[in-house]
């Protein structure tokens, strides 16, 4: 995971536009400073995004033909080929599995399918970088191959994220790309909701063989995404599902979401030093623990 943002770090370095253009090698993303600080592990302060930032972005759209009679140079075009959308939110304790996401999913192959492009044809690659899991998971959902770059930018922690102003960025770089690889196509993607609401544009220096689509798929990801009924003040035993270990101001404190044995799930939290650094040297997803009121307990 850091070497992955460390490639960021050097796509960010050749990217005028980025905020931070030093290259960062993966021993100091990896590893927790006074200038890297842990965050929520493993997540340390660059693997997450930075929006304090001075940043800003435009894209003008018109008419093939409007562009056309205002003298812009041919080779300037970019055409939207497809957007797509999704609305449908489901709170992390309630996903059925926490290794997938369907929003991604439909909504990304949808998008492709609509542009009539296959994973395998893009020139360029733009998968929200919020942080990792989202990263990685819009990867494996989609299918891109693990062989390209995932960034246009250098990504929300080395080229800036101006909060919800970040996809107009990385639209803007991918025309910038497109442009200098003509007949090119790229992919953008964008998330909100805490990796539920998503959003997706292919764009391209050609117009395509299909007209322009926009389309919704909230209704479908909805029904392709089953939740479990979530216990308040469980008690007993359980298994771990997800859990990691946050950090505030020299303070950690562990938070777990457990699979209960009826096939419902409850979370809990901790601040023994014991189970902290448990989860911090061990894999626990899977491995049975006991749950009390909202709190985890040894074995």
Same mark, same amino acid.
């Given at each position: 995971?850091? %070497?992955?943002?460390? $490639? ?5 370095? !050749?990217?005028?536009? #980025?905020?931070?253009?030093?290259? &960062?090698? @993966? ?68 996903? %059925?599995?926490?290794? $997938? ?5 439909? !909504?990304?192959?949808? #998008?492709?399918?609509?542009?009539? &492009?296959? @994973? ?180």
């Amino acid at each position: 995971m850091a %070497a992955i943002y460390s $490639r960021f770090s050097q796509i960010a370095s !050749a990217n005028p536009h #980025a905020w931070r253009r030093e290259p &960062v090698p @993966p021993e100091l993303i990896r590893g927790p400073s006074r200038e890297n600080p842990m965050i929520a592990f493993p997540y340390t302060k660059l693997h997450t995004s930075s929006w304090n930032v001075d940043q800003a972005g435009a894209l003008l759209f018109c008419s093939a033909g409007r562009a056309a009679s205002l003298g812009i140079p041919r080779s300037r075009w970019i055409f939207p080929l497809a957007s797509t959308e999704s609305h449908h939110m489901t709170t992390l304790s309630e996903r %059925a599995d926490l290794v $997938r996401c369907p929003g991604a999913r439909i !909504a990304g192959r949808r #998008a492709l399918d609509l542009a009539a &492009v296959d @994973p395998a044809q893009l020139a360029f690659v733009e998968l929200y970088t919020c942080f990792p899991a989202a990263v990685e998971l819009h990867a494996q959902e989609i299918g891109i191959p693990n062989a390209m770059d995932w960034t246009v930018t250098g990504g929300m922690p080395f080229a800036g994220g101006p909060f919800n102003n970040y996809v107009l960025q990385s639209t803007g770089q991918m025309a910038e790309l497109l442009r200098g690889r003509p007949g090119s196509v790229g992919l953008v993607t964008s998330v909100s909701g805490v990796l539920t609401k998503h959003g997706f544009g292919v764009w391209s220096t050609d117009a395509g063989p299909n007209p322009f689509g926009a389309v919704d798929v909230t209704a479908e990801v909805a029904s392709s995404s089953p939740r479990r009924t979530v216990l308040v003040d469980y008690r007993g035993p359980a298994a771990m599902a997800g859990c990691t270990v946050i950090y505030d101001h020299g303070q950690r404190q562990g938070v777990a979401l457990l699979d209960v044995p009826d096939g419902a799930r409850t979370m809990a939290g901790t601040r023994d030093e014991a189970i902290l650094n448990q989860i911090e040297s061990e894999e626990l997803c899977g491995r049975s623990i006991e749950a009390s009121d909202g709190e985890l307990q040894r074995n």
